[in-house]
């Protein structure tokens, strides 16, 4: 983390106020949650809408804060305490990351896309730290805030860090990758989350390219090849090296064998035939994460034996594609984390094309945040659901309630639930588990489907 004194600070964002009675304070860390706050930490406070930060100043410097960020026009700055006044506290800790990351001499990588962002951060993490000392971005602290918030977190001693990069609207992404100067940039794939925000696939594509305009001049832009949005938009990429990955032999790393197995996949890349990669996590697109990070480690002079075995040591941030051994034999998909239509359509195929002859459930929850479209997305779920494949249909929550209406009519309806009460669900569920079953688990974070998944491993 960030290790400055103030007097140092002041050099790195604009301060309103003499801090020089602090000069030599040493500053570790940042922090804006007074909950989570570490000795020796700055705190930042934000005006927000609901609560104001400053009112938790005074507190966290009896609790070990070094010193203060204060919003000038917030009124009474307490005058015997570390403070240091700045026209807004936002954008004083945006600067602050800005200027911490032009100082620091670590490799950078930023994954963006619409889904499989966290996997593929995950991943490479997972191969780095079989050479490098490697840092990545917690949890989803992806945006305006969570990006400066992990990059004041990185040490000075560390090698490469791994950071992801979300947004909702236009010019998030440039923001962000004008913050972070990655080295390696990456898109994993276009989705159809934000299509709101965005109007359209273009919109979305062009908003992810964004990622290259931080990327540095000798840079790598790793994309997935296989979206014609990304590869008809590659007379614009000449400032930087490219590579491409995905499924078409037209990339420069795709797979040439991919073998299903109960905890993952084998596989093997062009670049590497007789390579027998092992990656334990479930699921088709999650070979093509890999492939983006593959190209990732390469770059950074990685062995393939580094990237083997990087690999077989990965492990998931929790809730994505977790598997389970569950109640009566069966096993539990815990993929609770998030939805969107791209990842909700990608975990049923995965579902779907599992080897297994056991039957297969799906329990699915709303999807949040998708806009006026909200409803047709649901059903569109709830269409893709194939009778043969998928033997019962549970759905939960307000939209859920769509994907049951239009799965309906491809399934009988002894085969389809619906629930607005997650308890009546998990009885109902498990009421009709004979043993042996596979069951995927999804929804939006909101939607707290680990609740069902708790319930069917739980004895
Ligand atoms: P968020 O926007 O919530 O941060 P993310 O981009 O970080 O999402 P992950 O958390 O890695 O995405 O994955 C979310 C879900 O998306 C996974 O559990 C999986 O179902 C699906 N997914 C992952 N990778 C891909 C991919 N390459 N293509 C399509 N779907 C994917
Ligand atoms: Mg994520």
Redesign the pocket.
């Known amino acids: 983390m960030i290790q400055r004194t103030i007097s140092q600070i002041t050099k790195m964002i604009k301060v309103e106020n003499d801090v020089s009675p602090f000069a030599d304070t040493m500053i570790n860390g940042v922090c804006i949650d007074t909950r989570k706050l570490q000795s020796g930490n700055l705190f930042i406070p934000f005006k927000g809408q609901n609560v104001d930060g400053h009112k938790y100043v005074e507190d966290a410097i009896k609790n070990g804060a070094a010193g203060s960020l204060w919003q000038k026009d917030v009124p009474n700055p307490p005058t015997h305490l570390p403070i240091i006044l700045v026209e807004n506290t936002e954008v004083a800790l945006q600067e602050l990351a800005r200027n911490y990351r032009s100082e620091l001499t670590i490799k950078i990588v930023g994954v963006?896309?619409?889904?499989?962002?966290?996997?593929?951060?995950?991943i490479i993490t997972a191969m780095l730290s079989e050479k490098y000392v490697v840092q990545k971005t917690e949890g989803?602290y992806?945006n305006h805030l969570g990006l400066p918030i992990t990059i004041l977190s990185l040490n000075e001693e560390t090698d490469v860090a791994v950071l992801?990069m979300?947004m909702s609207a236009r010019g998030e992404i440039e923001f962000l990758t004008k913050m972070a100067k990655p080295d390696i940039a990456i898109i994993?794939?276009i989705?159809e989350?934000h299509l709101q925000d965005l109007g359209s696939r273009e919109g979305i594509a062009e908003a992810k390219l964004e990622i290259t305009k931080g990327l540095s001049e000798d840079g790598l832009f790793i994309y997935?090849g296989d979206e014609p949005l990304l590869k008809e938009r590659e007379h614009l990429y000449n400032n930087f090296r490219v590579k491409t990955f995905g499924k078409s032999k037209s990339n420069d790393v795709f797979p040439i064998y991919i073998e299903k197995k109960d905890h993952g996949s084998i596989f093997s890349v062009n670049i590497a035939p007789d390579k027998h990669l092992f990656l334990p996590v479930l699921?088709e697109?999650?070979v093509?994460?890999a492939l983006a990070g593959i190209i990732a480690a390469l770059e950074l002079d990685l062995s393939l034996e580094e990237i083997e075995s990087g690999l077989k040591s990965l492990k998931?941030?929790a809730?994505?594609?977790e598997l389970h051994s569950g109640i009566k034999g069966t096993q539990v998909i815990n993929?609770a984390?998030?939805?969107?239509p791209?990842?909700?359509?990608?975990?049923i195929h995965?579902l779907e094309n599992l080897d297994q002859d056991e039957r297969k459930i799906v329990v699915l929850g709303d999807m949040l945040e998708l806009g006026e479209n909200e409803i047709q997305f649901h059903k569109e779920v709830g269409s893709i659901l194939n009778p043969e494949k998928i033997h019962y249909v549970f759905t939960y929550g307000e939209l859920g309630k769509y994907i049951a209406e239009s799965a309906s009519e491809q399934f009988p309806p002894t085969r389809v639930f619906h629930f607005s009460d997650k308890q009546e669900l998990i009885q109902s569920l498990k009421s009709i588990i004979k043993g042996d079953e596979w069951i995927l688990v999804?929804g939006s974070?909101g939607m707290k489907l680990e609740e069902v998944v708790k319930s069917l491993i739980e004895n």
């Open positions: 963006t896309g619409s889904n499989g962002k966290t996997t593929t951060k995950d989803n992806n992801e979300g994993t794939n989705g989350a997935i699921g697109y999650n093509l994460n998931l941030s809730m994505r594609m993929d984390y998030n939805a969107s791209t990842s909700m359509k990608a975990a995965m999804k974070r």
